[in-house]
């Protein structure tokens, strides 16, 4: 079935450090890619829809200058978390969206998550 | 506002009985759902779906039903297992979106030997 890869699975920096995270889709092309982040005992909460080709649409509150995203490839998108802090901490995971028909029960594949710890 | 609700924060069966998750929504809009099992930090995996036209959709040991009248689903797992401890999230999508999934806060299954 659809694989999508997310990487690093875990990362520890200092604070005012960068980080980036990719999400691929290995077996199919994404024209739509989402970013989600998760709080201890809490939801997944959407932070920003990303369309290969054009800027990405944020959700409410979510600061766009701080969370970069780039897709600029149908395999490809990024999360950049830019001059993280503490409470930047979270578990950050991207899905993929296939239009593809042999996927058509699950409109979105899960990456396994990235555990952000900013120190 | 949160449009999916899933009220039962956590919960406790026995092995082999049935596991019953509900899910609440608001969006007349939504017309498509999904069950998405989560294991502490790893991405959701997906279990089942169910478009709105119908109301029940049964894969192997799950079964989703729905009642669009009550705006409620649930999710059915028999015989549940210990390997089913986890949380699952209900998960719906608006006709006309681009796949944005509207997730509930989820159910903490704990399935005990």
């Known amino acids: 079935g659809a694989v999508v890869s997310q990487h690093p699975s875990w990362v520890i920096c200092k604070s005012g450090t960068s980080v980036k995270i990719e999400c691929r889709s290995l077996d199919f092309q994404a024209t739509t890619m989402f970013w989600y982040r998760q709080f201890p005992k809490q939801s997944l909460m959407l932070m920003a829809t990303s369309n290969e080709g054009s800027k990405a649409t944020y959700e409410q509150g979510v600061e766009k200058d701080k969370f970069l995203i780039n897709h600029a490839s149908l395999t490809l998108s990024t999360l950049t978390v830019t001059s993280a802090h503490p409470e930047d901490s979270s578990f950050y995971i991207c899905s993929a969206f296939s239009t593809d028909r042999s996927y058509s029960n699950q409109p979105q594949h899960f990456g396994d998550g990235t555990r952000l710890s900013i120190l | ?113």
């Open chain 2, 1 to 113: 506002d949160q449009q999916v609700k899933q009220n039962s924060p956590s919960l406790s069966v026995q092995e082999g009985r049935i596991s019953i998750l509900n899910c609440d929504y608001t969006n007349s809009m939504f017309d498509y759902f999904l069950w998405y099992k989560k294991y502490p930090a790893e991405g959701p995996t997906f279990l089942i779906s169910i478009s709105s036209i119908k109301d029940k959709n049964e894969d192997g040991r799950f079964t989703v039903f729905l009642n669009k009248s009550a705006k409620h689903l649930s999710l059915h797992i028999v015989p549940s297992q210990p390997g089913d401890s986890a949380v699952y999230f209900c998960a719906a999508i608006r006709k006309g979106s681009q796949g944005n999934l509207i997730f509930g806060k989820g159910t903490k299954l704990s399935v005990k030997p």
